[in-house]
């Protein structure tokens, strides 16, 4: 939740819907038991194994128009802010970028808010390149 | 613009917007390779189109000259959120195409403006789209409309280049 408020914070257009925590409560154990699913967790060892960042992707098929149809998307990747600095982030992507190509990723993907270019510059130390922008317009005519 | 009016697309107007979509997409490819196509792509995309015009969620619209030859098109679709954050029902534009002769006369802006209405007319408050990096003309086309960007979609290779 962690992550997705801090989106929220630098992106109102990204505002967490009222029930997201809940939302996410229920999400999780499902989301650990999909085989297409990577969820990654570091933990502290200090502190009690306490979960200190954490990685998601997700090994998508898409229909053939593009030549790749199994995407790697990294989703999420979230260090606690006492622990960054360190390096977390960068293996985090690693390791989650190993896994998907693993489970069969033909391309790699990922979709940062604009408004954290932190979060792109290390997806660019791992390789990444930008391929799109994604825009947004809203339509109230208030 | 006179003789090209804006309508909704028909089933047998799905040959003229494969040819769009090819004309479309070998534009993407010259500009950034890594748009390269699936060897089933236009089978693919003919399938789409036929399923696009039967769904109740999807649009379609084409820009139809002297009521003969589609020049343009654009298409969307209304979806659910994320679930996590807001809003909950978004809308997209999923293409938007003017063959090059009919470019700079406002077609674009009309089928896009069309599309936008039919989703505002069923009750989406946002739209979305992506377009590609290095398509300057229509990062700056959308700009003009009043888009504003939202996220940045980056892409690796597999392997890396210095894996190879």
Redesign the interface.
């Known amino acids: 939740m962690h992550f997705?408020g801090e989106?929220?914070h630098g992106?109102a257009?990204?505002?967490?819907?009222p029930d997201?925590r809940e939302?996410?409560e229920h999400?999780l154990p499902v989301w650990m038991g999909q085989d297409d699913r990577v969820l990654l967790v570091a933990a502290d060892e200090g502190e009690g194994a306490v979960p200190v960042a954490y990685a998601m992707g997700l090994l998508r098929k898409v229909?053939?128009?593009?030549?790749?149809?199994q995407v790697?998307e990294v989703l999420e990747v979230f260090v606690d802010e006492a622990h960054r600095g360190q390096g977390l982030g960068d293996a985090l992507v690693a390791v989650l970028?190993d896994a998907l190509?693993g489970r069969g990723?033909?391309?790699?993907?990922?979709?940062?808010?604009?408004s954290q270019p932190a979060a792109?510059a290390r997806?660019?130390r791992?390789?990444?390149?930008?391929?799109?922008?994604?825009?947004?317009?809203?339509?109230?005519?208030g | 613009m006179e003789g090209i009016p804006i309508r909704n697309a028909r089933r047998g107007d799905i040959p003229s917007l494969l040819l769009l979509w090819d004309a479309m997409l070998a534009e993407f490819i010259a500009m950034?390779p890594?748009?390269?196509?699936?060897?089933?792509?236009r089978e693919?995309?003919a399938a789409?189109f036929a399923a696009w015009l039967q769904d109740p969620a999807r649009i379609v619209v084409v820009a139809e000259e002297a009521g003969r030859m589609i020049v343009g098109f654009a298409a969307g679709v209304r979806r659910p959120?994320n679930?996590?954050?807001?809003p909950?029902r978004v809308?997209r534009i999923t293409d938007a195409y003017v063959a090059a002769p009919r470019r700079r006369k406002g077609i674009a802006r009309r089928l896009a403006g069309r599309v936008?209405d039919l989703?505002?007319e069923d009750g989406?408050?946002?739209?979305?789209?992506?377009?590609?990096?290095h398509n300057e003309g229509a990062?700056a086309f959308?700009?003009s409309?009043?888009?504003?960007?939202?996220?940045?979609?980056?892409?690796?290779?597999?392997?890396?280049a210095d894996e190879v």
């Open positions: 997705l989106a929220a992106e257009r990204m505002r967490l819907m997201a939302r996410s999400a229909p053939p128009l593009l030549a790749a149809t790697g970028c190509v990723a033909q391309v790699l993907r990922a979709a940062v808010p604009v792109e997806l660019a791992a390789g990444f390149g930008r391929l799109q922008l994604e825009l947004e317009r809203s339509l109230d005519r | 950034d890594r748009f390269a196509l699936h060897p089933k792509a693919q995309m789409e959120g679930g996590w954050q807001v909950e809308g936008l989703l505002y989406v408050g946002t739209v979305r789209l992506a377009a590609a990096i990062l959308w700009r409309m009043g888009w504003s960007d939202l996220e940045v979609v980056l892409e690796r290779p597999v392997p890396l």
